[in-house]
C-alpha cells in the first residue's frame, strides 16, 4: 500500500513538471523503493538497464507492459520514476525528437550521489533523492549563450574542453555536449542529439576525447554466467569493448617511429649520432635512451633496504649476548647465595628477576636485525605514468584504494577533525580515479552526516587551490596554523590573494560546522513542534479528547523534511545507537577519467590549468539492531571491506582513524612503491609510523612512543614485518579476505631450523622421492574462481561453492574478489612472478548506478555475517579489544610478511591524549587486549610454522608484557620492606654484587646508546619511555591481568569510571595536561611512592641514631627507593597540576595510607621497651 501511495505522489509530481525541463537543484524529494533481499514477495519483472540488474518500469506501463526480465540472480528490484535525472532505457535507445529524454551514462551518475539509499534486515531497501540545495558552493545557474554547460536535457555537466581551455563541439552544428554525454551518444547510435546526424570522429588535434576500445582491455577471469552473474568492474578494472571490433596491437608501433623509443622497434633507423643500424645517442622521445637505457628504467627497483651499518650494529649485538651472559651468571650467583636472614625477601626478589631476564630476552631478541627502507616514487612514476607502447596516452596504471576513515561519536570525536582527515584525503597525490574514500560512521548520527556534506562541498574549492600551490600539508586547519612564512617557496603571484580568500571560506566553514548541532536540534524541534500540532488538529476533528497527551516520538529531521534514518538526539525504536538501518550515501560520485579543468566562477580562485575532479566519497553507516553482537570498530571495518569491494573494489585499502590525517600529500605512492615491486605481492600490509600533534614539549608521559615506533618496528621490519597498529596501514584486500600468499612461505619449524628439514629432500630406497604439489583450498578457490585450472574436476565445482559460505551470500561480492586479486599484481616483465600485463588498469570505469549501492545495502545488514568467516578468518579479527595485533598476527601467521615504511615527511599525523588519566586508560585497554590474546587461540605458542621464530617471540612478548606487573609492583615494594626490616636481597654487599650490578646496568645503558644511534631517538625519549614503563606497570598493566583472569575464570568485567575536573587555565595549549581525573588507577603508583618516602625517612632515622649502624644495608635500600621514586616522578608531578594545584583527593589518599601504614609498622614491630614507654611516655588523663 505504501509503494502504492508512493507512485501516486510521483505521478502528480510528474504531471506538473512534464512542460518544461527540471533542473537538478529542484528535483524534490521522490521515492524509490528496492525490495528487501529477504522479502518474501515475488520480484515483479522489468526493463533491464545497465547490468542486466537494474530494473526501471513507469507508473503508467503497469503490470502487464513490464517486459521479460534480463536477470532472474538478484533478489530484489528498483523502481525509478521517469525523471529527467532518471530515463528509462527504451527513451534512450529510440531516436525521440526531444533531446531531454538523450540519457544513458550521467543521469545514472546524477541520480546515485543525490540518493540517500537505506535497507537493512526485514525492511525494504529505500533509495531517496534528496534535495541538492545544501551546499554554498553549488555552481550558480548557467544562462544561456555563455557554453558552459550541456545542453542535453537533465544534465548540468560541463561542456568538453581543449587544452587550451576553450569549448570544443565534436559536431558541426556546434551542439553543446559534456564528454559523458558525447560516450553514451557514440555507444548508442553514433548521432549527434542535436542535428539528430552522425558525428565525424575526425576530431581536431587538441580534442582528445575518449574513444571506446582506444586502451587494452583487462582479461577478465573465466566465470560461469549462469552461476556468478559479472559484476561491473569498477576503479581497478577496465571494461571496454575494442575499437571497431579489433584489439590493440602493440605491434602497430613498430617502424612507426624514428627509433626514438629504441626498445620495441624491429631495426634502428639511420641517424647521424647513433650510425647506420645503432641505437641512437640521446634521441628526442620520452622514451629515448637505446633498449639498455630503457630495459634498465623498467627494471629499475621501486625501493630498496638499507640495513645499519656494521660499526654500529655490531657492537649492539654483542653487548646483547654479552648482558645475557651476565643476567645468567648473576642469576645463577643469587640462587647459589641466599641471605639467610631474610629469606622471604630473597626469594621475592630472586622469583622477580627471573621473570625480569625473561621478559628482557623477550623484548630484545627481536631487536637484533633492524632494517631501514626508501622508496624511489620517481622510477613509480616512469613505470606507471609514463608514455608506452600499452599506455600510448600516459595515463594511470596504478591500482585504486580505497581509505577507510572510522568514527563512532561526533560528541568524541569532533565533526571538524573528521572532515580535515578527509580533506587531506581528498586532495592526495593519487589518481583522483583511482581513489575512493568512505567514512564508517558507526553511531548513524546526522550531525556526521550533514557535516561530510559540507566537507564534499567545501572541498570543491580547497582540493584545486592545494593543487595548484602544492600546499603541505593539505589539512586546512593544520595548514592555517603552522608557524613561519607561507609564502615560502611559492612561486605563483596570486598566492597571497588565493590563501586569504580560502582562509576566510576556511573560517566560514567552521562556523557551519560548529553550529550544526544546534541547527539540527532547532530544525528537529519546529518538525516536531508541527506533527504534533496536525495530530492534535486531526484528533480534534475525530471527536477526540485533545486533553490527553501525545504521545509522538521525538524525531530528528533532515533539511530536506524527512526523518533521519540513523540515530535519533532523542532515541527511539529502530533509532538509537544500537538499533538503526543501514545507510550509504555517496556524497561525491566518481569521477571520469579525462581532466577536467576549473574556473574561477565555481571555484572561487583562478584554476583554469588545474584538475578540478574529486575522488569518490561514500557516507556508510552499517545497520544495526539489538539481538547481534556488531564487534564494535572491527565490524564496521568489516563492512567497508565488502561495501567498496562492491562500489570501487580497489585491491589495496588504507584505514585511518578520524583524528590522523595526511601530512605527506604522497604517502600514497610511497605505499605502492613496495606493493608493486618485485616480489610486493608477498607483502600483506605497509605500516607507518604514527606521529602526534598537540604533545607537550617535554613528552611527560611518554605520548609520542617513539620507542616503539623508531625502535621495535624497525627491528621487527627486518624479520617477517611490523604488527599491525590499527590506523595509518596500506592492506592488501587479498590478504584480509583470508587467502595465503601467492608463493608458499618457507616452513620454520624447529626440526627445520635445528636440523634443515625445509632443504632436505625426502630420499626412499629407490632415490629422491617426488612430492605431488600441493595448493591449499584458498588458493583453488581462487584459481576456480578465475577460471586458471587445467582440468574442471568435482572438486573444484565444490570449491567454488565454499566461496560464498566463507564469504557470505553476496554473489555481487564473491565475484569482485578475482578482479581484486587481479588488478593487485604487479606489473609483468623479466624476474616478476604473478604480474599482470602492462597497461591492464589505464581504461575508464562505470558510473555507479542504483543497483550496484543496492547490493551495497545488502551487505552492510546486521545478519549478512551469519554462517560466514567474516571476523574469524575474513578481514578484521573479532574477539579482542586489541583487534588490529590479532588481524596482523593472523596474516603473518599464513606465510605473509609485512613491510615498514617511515618516510622524510610524516605520512600521517594525529592527535593523542595528554591527561595522565585518559593516557593510563589508554594504555589499560591496550593491555587488556594483550590479556586477551594471551588467553586466546591467538597466542603466539599456538602459531603455524610458516612464521619466523623470531617473529613469534615478538608476538609471544606482546601478549606476555601485562604481566611484568605482577613482579614490578613487588619489586618496587621490596627497597621499602628492605629498609623496614633492616635486612636487604644479598646478604651483604659483596665485591661480586657490585660487580654484577655495575655490568648489567653499564651494558644496558650502552644498549640504549646504540639504540638511540641507529634509531635517530634521543635519549631523553628513551628515559620517558622506562619512566612510563614503570607507571604503567604499577597501574593499567596489573589492571588489565586482573581484568582478564575475572574475564577469562569468571566471565566478569570490570570497567574504570572517571572523574573529570576542569583544568585551571582553559587558554593554555596544554590545559588538558594540568587537569586532575581522579581514577582508581591512580591507587597503587600512589601507595609505592608513600611506603617508600615514609621507608627511607624510618631507616635514615633509626641508622643515625642506632647503637651499630648498618650502612651498607642502608645505602643498598635506600638506592633501590630512590630509583623507583625517579621513575614515578612524572606520575607524582602530574598529580600535582598547575602550579602545586592539587587535587584535595591526593591527600586524603596520603594521609589515609600514612596512618594505616604507620599503625601496620606498630602492630607488626612494637618497641622492644614497652614498660618504659609507658612509664615516661604520653598517658591519657
Known amino acids: 500500500m505504501r509503494v502504492l501511495v508512493d507512485l501516486h505522489r510521483m505521478i502528480l509530481q510528474l504531471r506538473q513538471t512534464f512542460k518544461y525541463l527540471l533542473s537538478p537543484e529542484s528535483t524534490g524529494y521522490q521515492s524509490v523503493v528496492m525490495a528487501s533481499p529477504r522479502s518474501n514477495q515475488k520480484p515483479p519483472l522489468g526493463v533491464s538497464r545497465r547490468t542486466g540488474r537494474y530494473l526501471s518500469a513507469t507508473p503508467e506501463e503497469g503490470d502487464e507492459s513490464i517486459r521479460e526480465e534480463v536477470s532472474t540472480e538478484m533478489q530484489y528490484r528498483v523502481h525509478v520514476p521517469p525523471t529527467p535525472d532518471n530515463q528509462p532505457m527504451d527513451s534512450m535507445v529510440s531516436n525521440s525528437p526531444s533531446p531531454r529524454r538523450f540519457h544513458q551514462g550521467p543521469p545514472t551518475q546524477q541520480f546515485v550521489p543525490s540518493t540517500l539509499f537505506t535497507g537493512g534486515h526485514k525492511a525494504e531497501t529505500r533509495g531517496r533523492i534528496l534535495d541538492k540545495k545544501s551546499s554554498d558552493y553549488e555552481p550558480a545557474p548557467k544562462t544561456p549563450g555563455k557554453g558552459n554547460t550541456c545542453s542535453v536535457g537533465g544534465c548540468d555537466q560541463r561542456t568538453m574542453r581543449n587544452e587550451n581551455g576553450k569549448d570544443s563541439y565534436p559536431c558541426s552544428c556546434s551542439f553543446k555536449i559534456c564528454r559523458d554525454c558525447y560516450s553514451d551518444a557514440m555507444n548508442i547510435n553514433g548521432k549527434c542529439p542535436g542535428c539528430k546526424e552522425e558525428y565525424n570522429t575526425g576530431l581536431e588535434e587538441n580534442d582528445h576525447l575518449p574513444v571506446k576500445g582506444q586502451y587494452k582491455a583487462l582479461p577478465s577471469p573465466e566465470y560461469d554466467d549462469a552461476k556468478y552473474p559479472r559484476v561491473d568492474t569498477r576503479l581497478s578494472v577496465v571494461n571496454n569493448k575494442p575499437k571497431n571490433g579489433v584489439d590493440f596491437d602493440p605491434g602497430s608501433w613498430l617502424y612507426e617511429t624514428r627509433g626514438t623509443y629504441g626498445y620495441g622497434n624491429a631495426v634502428w633507423p639511420k641517424d647521424e649520432e647513433g650510425g647506420k643500424n645503432g641505437p641512437p645517442v640521446g634521441g628526442g622521445g620520452p622514451l629515448s635512451g637505446g633498449a639498455a637505457a630503457f630495459a634498465e628504467k623498467k627494471a629499475k627497483p621501486l625501493t630498496r633496504k638499507l640495513p645499519i651499518s656494521a660499526g654500529t650494529i655490531s657492537p649492539y649485538r654483542f653487548l646483547a649476548l654479552l648482558r645475557l651472559v651476565v643476567l645468567g651468571f648473576y642469576l645463577s650467583w643469587r640462587i647459589r647465595n641466599p641471605n639467610r636472614q631474610a629469606m622471604w625477601l630473597w626469594g621475592m626478589s630472586v622469583v622477580c628477576e627471573i621473570w625480569f631476564a625473561f621478559s628482557w630476552i623477550l623484548d630484545q631478541v627481536p631487536k637484533l636485525n633492524p632494517v631501514n627502507r626508501s622508496t624511489d616514487l620517481a622510477a613509480l612514476k616512469e613505470k606507471f605514468e609514463k608514455v608506452t607502447p600499452e599506455n600510448p596516452e600516459a595515463r594511470s596504471d596504478l591500482p585504486g584504494i580505497d581509505v577507510f576513515v572510522s568514527t563512532a561519536d561526533p560528541e568524541k570525536e569532533p565533526p571538524l577533525v573528521t572532515a580535515n582527515t578527509i580533506f587531506s584525503i581528498l586532495a592526495a597525490e593519487y589518481p583522483v580515479e583511482k581513489l575512493a574514500i568512505y567514512l564508517s560512521d558507526d553511531g548513524g548520527a546526522l550531525l556526521t552526516f550533514e557535516a561530510l556534506a559540507e566537507t564534499a562541498s567545501f572541498a570543491r574549492i580547497w582540493v584545486p587551490f592545494c593543487r595548484k600551490h602544492d600546499i603541505e600539508p593539505r589539512n586546512p586547519e593544520a595548514y592555517f596554523m603552522t608557524r613561519g612564512d607561507p609564502t615560502r617557496g611559492k612561486l605563483s603571484v596570486d598566492f597571497v590573494k588565493d590563501r586569504r580568500r580560502m582562509k576566510r571560506e576556511y573560517d566560514e566553514f567552521k562556523v557551519r560546522i560548529n553550529g550544526l548541532p544546534e541547527a539540527i536540534r ?76 576549473g574556473n574561477e566562477e565555481e571555484n572561487l580562485i583562478d584554476v583554469s590549468e588545474i584538475d578540478v575532479r574529486l575522488p569518490m566519497l561514500v557516507y556508510v553507516s552499517r545497520e544495526k539492531r539489538p539481538g547481534y553482537d556488531h564487534n564494535k570498530k572491527a565490524g564496521a571495518m568489516n563492512a567497508l ?109 624447529l626440526w627445520n631450523l635445528c636440523c634443515g628439514g625445509s632443504k632436505q629432500e625426502d630420499k626412499s630406497f629407490w632415490g629422491p622421492k617426488k612430492k605431488k604439489a600441493t595448493k591449499k583450498p584458498r588458493e583453488m578457490q581462487v584459481e576456480a574462481a578465475n577460471g586458471e585450472h587445467e582440468e574442471e574436476d568435482d572438486e573444484n565445482h565444490a570449491l567454488k561453492g565454499l566461496l560464498p559460505k566463507s564469504f557470505g551470500d553476496s554473489l555481487a561480492f564473491v565475484t569482485s574478489i578475482p578482479i581484486a586479486e ?98 593510563l586508560h589508554q594504555v589499560l585497554r591496550w593491555a587488556t587486549g594483550s590479556v586477551e590474546i594471551f588467553f586466546s587461540k591467538n597466542n603466539a605458542l599456538f602459531a603455524g610454522t610458516r612464521m619466523k621464530l623470531l617473529q613469534r617471540i615478538a608476538y609471544l612478548n606482546v601478549g606476555v608484557y601485562p604481566f611484568t606487573s605482577i613482579f614490578l609492583i613487588v619489586y618496587c615494594f621490596l627497597p621499602a620492606m628492605s629498609l623496614f626490616s633492616g635486612e636487604f636481597i644479598v646478604e ?190 604520653f598517658q591519657f588523663p
Not at 580 to 596: N, R
Not at 669 to 696: H, N, S, T
Request: glycine share 10%; net charge neutral; charged share 20%.
Open 988 to 1177: 651483604t654487599l659483596s665485591v661480586t654484587f657490585l660487580a654484577y650490578l655495575l655490568t648489567i646496568s653499564v651494558t644496558l645503558l650502552l644498549l640504549a646508546l646504540l639504540e638511540v644511534r641507529w634509531s635517530q631517538i634521543t635519549l631523553e625519549e628513551w628515559w620517558r619511555n622506562e619512566q612510563f614503563w614503570v607507571i604503567g606497570g604499577t597501574s593499567a598493566h596489573l589492571a588489565a591481568v586482573l581484568q582478564g583472569l575475572l574475564k577469562v575464570v569468571a566471565g566478569v568485567e570490570i570497567s574504570f569510571t572517571l572523574t573529570s575536573k576542569a583544568a585551571g587555565d582553559e587558554d593554555d595549549e596544554f590545559a588538558e595536561l594540568y587537569a586532575i581525573k581522579w581514577s582508581s588507577l591512580m591507587i597503587p603508583p600512589i601507595t609505592i611512592m608513600l611506603i617508600n618516602i615514609i621507608a627511607i625517612a624510618v631507616a635514615v632515622s633509626r641508622t643515625i641514631y642506632s647503637t651499630i649502624p648498618q650502612w651498607s644495608k642502608l645505602v643498598g635500600g635506600v638506592f633501590f627507593s630512590v630509583w623507583v621514586l625517579l621513575h614515578l616522578y612524572p606520575f607524582a608531578k602530574g598529580l600535582m597540576g598547575r602550579r602545586g594545584r592539587t587535587s584535595t583527593v591526593v591527600f586524603v589518599w596520603a594521609g589515609l595510607l600514612a596512618i594505616v601504614i604507620s599503625l601496620l609498622w606498630v602492630t607488626l614491630n612494637p618497641p622492644s621497651d614497652s614498660s618504659g614507654l609507658e612509664a615516661g611516655g
Open 522 to 597: 532547532r530544525r528537529s524541534d519546529a518538525y516536531n513542534a508541527h506533527e504534533e500540532a496536525r495530530a492534535q488538529r486531526a484528533q480534534l476533528e475525530a471527536g477526540g479528547d485533545i486533553t490527553k497527551a501525545m504521545n509522538m516520538p521525538k524525531a530528528t529531521w533532515m533539511a530536506d523534511g524527512s526523518h533521519w534514518p540513523g540515530t535519533w538526539i532523542t532515541s527511539s525504536k529502530e533509532h538509537s545507537r544500537g538499533d538503526h538501518a543501514g545507510i550509504i550515501q555517496v556524497m561525491l560520485a566518481p569521477p571520469g577519467s579525462e581532466p577536467v579543468m
Open 641 to 749: 571491506v565488502r561495501t567498496s569491494a562492491i562500489m570501487s573494489n580497489g585491491p589495496f585499502i588504507l584505514n585511518l582513524d578520524c583524528d590522523h590525517y595526511i601530512f605527506n600529500s604522497l604517502a600514497f605512492r610511497e605505499a605502492m612503491c613496495f606493493m608493486l615491486d618485485r616480489g610486493g605481492d608477498k607483502i600483506c600490509y605497509v605500516q607507518f609510523p604514527q606521529r602526534f600533534e598537540g604533545v607537550d614539549p617535554n613528552d611527560r608521559y611518554a605520548n609520542r612512543n617513539t620507542v616503539f615506533f623508531d625502535v621495535n618496528m624497525r627491528a621487527l621490519d627486518g624479520l617477517q614485518g611490523p604488527v599491525y597498529v590499527g590506523t595509518g596501514t596500506c592492506f592488501r584486500r587479498m590478504a584480509l579476505y583470508g587467502f595465503d600468499p601467492p608463493r608458499e612461505a618457507k616452513d620454520h619449524s
Open 822 to 919: 587481479f588488478s593487485g599484481r604487479p606489473l609483468g616483465g623479466p624476474g616478476v612472478k604473478n604480474g599482470r600485463p602492462p597497461g591492464s588498469l589505464t581504461g575508464p570505469r562505470e558510473p555507479l548506478d542504483a543497483a550496484t549501492v543496492a547490493a551495497a545495502i545488502e551487505v552492510i545488514s546486521c545478519f549478512f555475517e551469519e554462517r560466514s568467516e567474516w571476523g574469524q578468518r575474513v578481514g578484521w579479527i573479532y574477539g579482542s579489544v586489541t583487534e588490529d595485533v590479532v588481524t596482523g598476527f593472523r596474516m603473518h601467521n599464513r606465510g605473509w610478511r609485512s613491510v615498514y615504511c617511515v618516510t622524510k615527511r610524516d605520512a600521517f599525523r594525529g592527535t593523542v591524549p595528554i591527561n595522565l588519566t585518559d593516557r
